[in-house]
């Protein structure tokens, strides 16, 4: 362990804030700076924008917040970079970064990495019987089509950089490969070295959304001091796969075996099965350690041979939608903007039906301010304010027009207390949905451009992901409770986090303290927290919870499948990335041991 790698991460999102970079270039002594910019909207965003500009199609916020603003420091350091900025056009990202860095005086080797779009190969795979993967449906007409990338893993980045790349752009690659790429690279992990690539992913997964491991969405918010200047997360990466997680001195934040507890699984649905390019993992037995102040140890990731095929986000129009707002004030709010909104929307299907244009495909009607959210958990609907938030969505476009006009009408015609909205009348977007499906290996073609010259990667593509071998963790089980048992909330005795899957969406609950566990797992089954979350699976035709054991961090991870309206991308819904799910369940009653409850307030 005598080699140490630094890396920062300077960017968890499209949309991160732009003081990440200086921080870690001038506080956080890095060997690295990672950005991690692609969701898969922004795919869609991305491939919108080169279908209109053959320039666009990558994230103008790195090379012009990032890039631009940092050049000459990151070069006087020797800093590398290692990004996914390029999108569905990283030569392009490239072109605009030269041009910056020849203004700058600067010269940088700047490699890109290349492979990921098959959408050469949408026609072929339209014509076969390629089906989602989760759902099953049919793949969708290529004319519809907006973007089509398999994620890559890290090798391709650590090849990049064994040939003397300062910079490292790609396209679509998994998240967690910019911190992985770096380690293979730094290393010289081989891709057979099932361990150190689940624990070298596990650092990525850390780093891959910024502040998230370093306070922000943090259970415990109280505890997290300075938003305004939040330290964004560094790992110090061994050999041996293990790693510390700190920040730089004088940033605001934490870093607690909590905060890193909970970004450990962040959006992961089987945690012995987490399926990556390079590897599936299993972070069960994954050990989180507090080794100083704003230090963190994590160790004991294991990993198998990843499966034989890659995933492939595609990504594709269906339709249209618009989103209204009308906020509602005075006594009995909520009431009123509900009836409101059931007048509007009668008369906007009987307005279609005049047209011939038939009713809408979807309709979510949603009182902000009343906990909508909540379904059967709502606590008031005595409010006196409420935003009303209607959204719609139709196959054709004029349809949503059609409300977007109509949709201010209710100011004089219905409820008392319309205040009207600054925002004007709503646009009309296309809807875009998620596709995904697995893609053999070999039928991907990486590569890597460095000063014009293309060259292939090799890439293994035997897979061998056995899911039968899975051995399930043992777990104790909690002893009877006694009559002096006593009910407390699920946050006090437990840290949470909740993400979006696609059409699911997961909820990690980790314990406090190691004994509090099977409690909280005697208390949580699969049929308690799919009672829990009844309404979100409205209009599933096949809802389900899933729950795993994560013995290693004293935590459940809960899987709910059918559970966001569509996913991300084409729900209606407030919370469309589930990013408040774990807020919602962690003030679920769970009964316990008068012993253990000292100093822990009551639920009622």
Known sequence: MSKTVRIGSAGGFLGDSSTAAPQLIKGGDVDYLVLDYLAELTMSVLAKAYSRNPEGGYAHDFTEWVWKDNIREIARRGIKVVTNAGGVNPRACRARMEEIAAEAGVSLKIAVVEGDNILDQVADLAASDVAEMYSGEAFPAPSRIASANAYLGGRPIAEAL????????????????????????????????????????????????????????????????????????????????????????????????????????????????????????????????????????????????????????????????????????????????????????????????????????????ESLGAESSYGAHARTRDTREVISKISVEHTDKHACALFGREITAPMTAMMVGNTGWHGGRPDVNKVVRLFSFALPKDRVRASIDIAGKTEPVALTTAGGFDPAAIERPAVEDAPPLGKDAVRVRLVDIAWGRSGDKGDKFNVAVIARKPELLPYIRAALTADVVKEWFAHEFRGAANPRVERFDVPGLHAVNFLLHEALGGGGMATLRLDQLAKGKAQQLLEIPVPIPVTLAKGIKLAA
């Open 162 to 365: 064994a040939r003397g790349a300062d910079v490292v752009i790609t396209g679509r690659v998994v998240d967690s490969a910019l911190v992985l790429g770096p380690l293979m690279y730094e290393f010289g992990w081989a891709d057979t070295d099932y361990d150190m690539m689940s624990a070298g992913s596990l650092t990525g997964h850390l780093l891959e959304c910024g502040a998230q491991s370093t306070g922000g969405t943090f259970t415990d918010w109280e505890q997290v001091e300075d938003w305004a200047h939040i330290g964004y997360p560094i790992a110090e990466c061994f050999a041996d796969g293990s790693c510390i997680v700190t920040k730089a001195p004088g940033t605001g934040g934490l870093v607690t075996v909590g905060t890193i507890s909970e970004q450990t699984l962040y959006e992961v649905g089987d945690p012995q099965a987490y399926l990556l390019p390079d590897v599936a993992c299993d972070w069960t037995q994954v050990k989180v350690e507090e080794v100083g102040k704003d230090r963190v140890r994590v160790s004991g990731a294991k990993g198998y041979p990843p499966t034989g095929t890659f995933k492939v986000c595609t990504t594709f129009e269906d339709g249209y939608r618009s989103v209204g707002i009308l906020p509602v004030v005075g006594m009995n709010a909520a009431v009123k903007a509900e009836r409101q909104a059931a007048a509007l929307i009668e008369r906007m299907e009987e307005m279609l039906r005049e047209r011939n244009m038939g009713p809408f495909r979807a309709v979510n009607i």
